[in-house]
Structures are given as structure tokens and as C-alpha cells.
T-cell receptor, first 115, second 114 residues
Framework: AQSVAQPEDQVNVAEGNPLTVKCTYS??????LFWYVQYPNRGLQFLLK??????LVKGSYGFEAEFNKSQTSFHLKKPSALVSDSALYFC?????????????FGTGTRLKVLA | DSGVTQTPKHLITATGQRVTLRCSPR?????VYWYQQSLDQGLQFLIQ???????AKGNILERFSAQQFPDLHSELNLSSLELGDSALYFC?????????????FGPGTRLLVL
């Protein structure tokens, strides 16, 4: 079965420091991986995706993610965190086995950037 | 703004009642997905429509149903509501629903069943 895991419920980082939000995946076939961010009382906003090609994917708001096939990971990174980055982050994998292509989401990681 | 709209934003109702949630996809998108976000279950896929036809079902209860209309907007109907149905309901849309496409999410409808 296809799945993603976000091992950390919460990540705290000081403003200006680099941040990493971890995601590991388990898929059969090619992985299609996505990161979304959810601010309070808002919907999910798309940040970036990995389909194929370069292992380093650049996305919105200065975020990037590194795809690592050998470690089956897709960690979200940002070189310098902002207080406004504080939100709930979801990693998702596309389900390519059932014909729906629905998202399978991780449990989410709450990022707190401290001033 | 993703271009996906959902109404209403909030809904408070009683157990046993029936409600309808509405979603308008981005212009040109044919595929609509419904997801439920709850504290204990996280984000779960409910159902998908493509160009008016049901394409796939996920963890959707029999008390729940959905449809997609000719103008491509979609409605999620929840009936015989229970306390445990309280959650945030999102719809998302994409162009054709293929695996490489990004799904764009609406702001959600927060349902509270009392």
C-alpha cells in the first residue's frame, strides 16, 4: 500500500535559521510527491511537487524539497525561516494503484518559527 | 486564492439532520475531489468526480453522497448526521485528474454537529 509518513508532529525553529520538515514515502512504481501548507482556518495551499527530473525541487515562498530515492524521503526545506512560515505542513503521495490518483496525506507537521 | 470556492464556510446543525456542501472548481478543471479533515482521522479522501461522473470512492460513508453537475460544480450531501461527522470538508480540483497534476484546494466548510 502507498503511504507517507511525517515523523515529527511539531518542529520548532528560530527565525532566520534553516528549517527542515521530514517526509518519507512508500510507493509501488514512480512516486509523485507533493507538499502543502495549511494556515489556520484556511485551505491547503500547494507549495511544490516532485514528478521526475532534478532531485531538488523549488517551490513557493522560498521553499524547496529534496527527493532522495535511496532513502525514500522528500524533506521540505527553507534556508531562512520566517515567523510567517508557522503553519501546518502536509506531505502527500499520489495513489497510482487504485486508478483514482487521489492524494494520500501524511499526518501533518506543525511548524513553529520563533522570533 | 486557489480559484476553488466552497460554500458555506461554516455550518452548525444537529444530529440526524442533512446538509449539503457546495464546491465550484477552478475554471476549466474537470475533476473534483472531496476530502474530510478531522482530528482523529487526519485528511481522508472521500470521493472523486470527473466531468460529471463518479470516478472513485474512498472512505465515504453510505450516509454521504455526492454529485457533479453539468456546470462542473459539485455537491456533497451528508445525511443522518452524527457527532463524529464534525470536521472540515475540503474539495479540490484539477484539470483531468492525472497523477502528475496538482490538486487545488478550496477554503473548506467547517461542519459542527451538535
Amino acid at each position: 500500500a502507498q503511504s507517507v509518513a511525517q515523523p515529527e508532529d511539531q518542529v520548532n525553529v528560530a527565525e532566520g535559521n534553516p528549517l527542515t520538515v521530514k517526509c518519507t514515502y512508500s510507493v509501488s512504481g514512480n512516486p509523485y510527491l507533493f507538499w502543502y501548507v495549511q494556515y489556520p482556518n484556511r485551505g491547503l495551499q500547494f507549495l511544490l511537487k516532485y514528478i521526475t527530473g532534478d532531485n531538488l525541487v523549488k517551490g513557493s515562498y522560498g521553499f524547496e524539497a529534496e527527493f532522495n530515492k535511496s532513502q525514500t524521503s522528500f524533506h521540505l526545506k527553507k534556508p531562512s525561516a520566517l515567523v510567517s512560515d508557522s503553519a501546518l505542513y502536509f506531505c502527500a503521495v499520489r495513489d497510482t494503484t487504485s486508478g483514482t490518483y487521489k492524494y494520500i496525506f501524511g499526518t501533518g507537521t506543525r511548524l513553529k518559527v520563533l522570533a | 486564492d486557489s480559484g476553488v470556492t466552497q460554500t458555506p464556510k461554516h455550518l452548525i446543525t444537529a444530529t440526524g439532520q442533512r446538509v449539503t456542501l457546495r464546491c465550484s472548481p477552478r475554471s476549466g478543471d474537470l475533476s473534483v475531489y472531496w476530502y474530510q479533515q478531522s482530528l482523529d482521522q487526519g485528511l481522508q479522501f472521500l470521493i472523486q468526480y470527473y466531468n460529471g461522473e463518479e470516478r472513485a470512492k474512498g472512505n465515504i460513508l453510505e450516509r454521504f453522497s455526492a454529485q457533479q453537475f453539468p456546470d462542473l460544480h459539485s455537491e456533497l450531501n451528508l445525511s443522518s448526521l452524527e457527532l463524529g461527522d464534525s470536521a472540515l470538508y475540503f474539495c479540490a480540483s484539477s484539470d483531468a485528474g492525472g497523477p502528475k497534476e496538482t490538486q487545488y484546494f478550496g477554503p473548506g466548510t467547517r461542519l459542527l454537529v451538535l
